[in-house]
């Protein structure tokens, strides 16, 4: 575990309040994104939000519009940029190594003491962006999360991020996003099927919810280009 000096404190501290007052207020002014169902994001106490993934923007959007801090697993990349990796750093963001397993189930791990510490914690089921816009099958981490830390999941749709930053682009577009929170998935009646039946039965419900809100395309298969459960 790492153990930071209160210098390092102070430090993480103030750029969490600059990222998370100036910079989400300047980016919502800029960006004006459309934001649906916050009644179902609960105020306190442990949540997980499973989200589909269009683009390495929602890990900026969907804390951007919470008004809880909220803790992602973001594929380690993200982290090169100094401006995205200060952004996520300070809003408690996780960089997972794509082609590393065992750091996507240690990641996985700090997943589980962030929601036993009563936390907020998102992820993207898909386990990658995805690139032609259709929705994919969940991998089970999610699944794994919900039922051990024993916490309902908030399906999330965002809408027209791969708009923003297109691949490639050098530069974000003004494209005016969306994100749309459900209602909470209950853990509960997943609880009591066989450990593998359960994870799997749950995330296909997430899936489902998230396709309702979203509007996209599901083709029921894996995103080929997945490596680990999330991304």
């Known amino acids: 575990m790492t153990v930071y000096s209160y210098g390092e404190f102070r430090e993480a501290q103030v750029l969490y309040w600059f990222m998370s007052t100036v910079v989400r207020r300047l980016l919502k002014i800029v960006f004006r994104p459309v934001v649906a169902g916050l009644e179902n994001v609960p105020a306190d106490g442990p949540i997980i939000f499973a989200s589909n993934h269009l683009s390495f923007v929602d890990s900026v959007l969907i804390p951007l519009v919470m008004p809880r801090r909220v803790t992602f697993l973001a594929k380690a990349e993200y982290f090169e940029s100094s401006i995205l990796g200060a952004f996520l750093s300070s809003m408690g963001h996780i960089p997972v190594p794509r ?8 990641a996985l791990d700090i997943a589980l003491k962030t929601l036993d510490e009563g936390n907020a914690f998102a992820i993207y089921p898909e386990g990658t962006r995805s690139e032609d816009g259709r929705l994919y099958r969940g991998h089970t981490g999610v699944g794994w999360l919900a039922l051990n830390a024993q916490v309902s999941v908030v399906p999330v749709a965002v809408r027209d991020t791969q708009r923003i930053m297109p691949v490639g682009a050098r530069l974000p577009r003004i494209i005016r996003p969306g994100v749309t929170f459900g209602k909470p998935i209950d853990f509960k009646p997943f609880a009591d099927m066989p450990p593998a039946r359960g994870r799997r039965a749950l995330v296909d419900e997430i899936m489902r ?3 309702k809100l979203s509007g996209q395309e599901y083709t029921g298969t894996y995103n080929e280009r997945s490596k680990v459960s999330a991304a």
Request: glycine share 0%; charged share 25%.
């Open 209 to 211: 919810e998230i396709q």
């Open 99 to 106: 082609t590393e397993q065992r750091a996507a189930v240690a």
